[in-house]
């Protein structure tokens, strides 16, 4: 396994897991094989041009959009016994955690992995509890013909999404803690982020060393680093086409999440202008 730690924006960061075996399918416990199963059957749904299942799979892919990027990013890390099946040494040697130096300093990568292990662990227990307890009372309606029960798959499915994330801020909390984690500042990231820094940072030039702009992007305010078309670059410099997608979720959480605030912002100071 080797992670890959994306700063979305100057103060939020994507974590990322890409196993190093491509031939690791045979390893695939039960739960796992079920959910790539289930993946095939809705690409081939999306296939569909009309009907339950084109409905279904439009308003699948609204509501995997609204799914946090931290829960998306923490699902891609196995569980440590799944990790164990693949590699035995694994709780024994350090993970390899590529990074851009120039954009995060290298002494604060197990502050902010440990707050990415650790921030959501107890939302995502009780909603996998909530998502699994009420499941069974939407059975009744699996005796409508034709139709899937599709509330009660929601909710297993939120179930099995909420338990993946816990088990993998768990697994992330157990490298930081145990000080497993290798961090590697790659050039050809920090070559994407030199360009973006200098458009997005103030008093930032491209030519900055690497630990005077990461300085810089820490003391800045909350702004967005990447463009959509960043996602695949990353995508291709770290060999890792799934990652794509989720960069591209994650910059437009970012970014709408960043507006939103902007909003509110200039609507209490606006209130504040008006009762003065």
Known sequence: MRLFLIPISTRRALI???????????????????????????????????????????????????????????????????????????????????????????????????????????????????????APFTAPLALIPVVPNIPFFYLVYRGWSHWRALNGSRHLEFLVEKSLLNPISLPQLEQLYAKRASHVVDNTLINTPPFDRAEDIEQSDDRVLLKMSDAKKLASILDAPELSLEAERAIVQVSEQLEAQKKKANSAESNDKKNS
């Open 16 to 134: 990322y897991a890409r196993p190093l075996r491509r031939d690791s399918a045979k390893e695939l416990s039960l739960l796992d094989r079920a959910t790539s199963k289930a993946a095939t059957t809705w690409a081939q749904w999306e296939e569909a041009e009309s009907g339950w299942k084109k409905h279904l799979v439009t308003w699948g892919n609204r509501v995997q959009q609204r799914i946090p990027f931290e829960e998306w990013g923490l699902k891609s890390i196995p569980s440590i016994n799944a990790q164990r099946r693949i590699d035995e040494n694994h709780t024994s040697k350090r993970i390899d955690v590529l990074y851009p130096g120039n954009s995060v300093r290298l002494e604060k990568i197990p502050i902010i992995l440990r707050k990415i292990a650790t921030e959501r662990q107890e939302f995502h227990r009780k909603k996998m509890w909530w998502s699994l307890g009420i």
